[in-house]
């Protein structure tokens, strides 16, 4: 079996259209799993709007922030942070677009890749992330990788979720120094 290389990098303008679509085009069944209410869904030109008026801002100025998670070089998923608040706090998301990619245990791989870029760049003290109660695959990551169980409430915890239960995890910035040099 051929080897898998996994990388990371920054969000390009070219990816737009493959974030884009990964919501637009998944089936309602699977964007109901992650909690997503398809009422809040922007169209594709509004949401393509929203990501271009984000991409230029500094960084301290950005309402979100991407790394394209990569297979081979080729994209197949990714990871943003939102509520940002520099040298704080910010809120993660994980998504594999491509459903082969998924249930192989590669998003703790990604996510060692793409955590140096949330905590350097933003310079965050601590780093949350709230996947549904009910979705077991970002749950058993964020826990493998040692981000610790702090609740599980109700709320809507993004801006095109549906009110539901979420596993509020945690990373503090002294635990992400652990895990680099470990």
């Not at 970002?138 to 599980?152: A, H, Q, R, V, Y």
Request: hydrophobic content about 40%; aromatic content about 14%; some cysteine.
């Amino acid at each position: 079996m051929a080897q898998v290389k996994l990388s990371v990098r920054q969000l390009e303008v070219s990816d737009f259209e493959n974030i884009v679509d990964y919501f637009l085009k998944s089936n309602d069944n699977f964007l109901l799993s992650m909690g997503v209410d398809i009422s809040k869904l922007p169209s594709r030109e509004a949401w393509l709007n929203i990501l271009m008026s984000d991409f230029y801002l500094p960084a301290e100025k950005k309402s979100f922030y991407y790394i394209i998670w990569l297979m081979n070089n080729e994209p197949v998923g990714h990871s943003n942070i939102n509520k940002i608040v520099l040298g704080e706090e910010a809120y993660m998301h994980l998504h594999l677009w491509q459903t082969e990619a998924r249930k192989k245990g590669l998003g703790l791989d990604f996510l060692k890749l793409t955590l140096p870029y949330y905590f350097h760049t933003f310079k965050l003290k601590i780093l949350y992330c709230e996947p549904s109660a009910v979705n077991a695959a970002p749950n058993k990551t964020l826990e493998k990788l040692g981000f610790d169980f702090i609740k599980s409430y109700d709320t809507i915890p993004g801006w095109i979720n549906a009110y539901q239960t979420v596993n509020r995890w945690c990373l503090t910035e002294e635990k992400f120094k652990s895990l680099l040099y470990s």
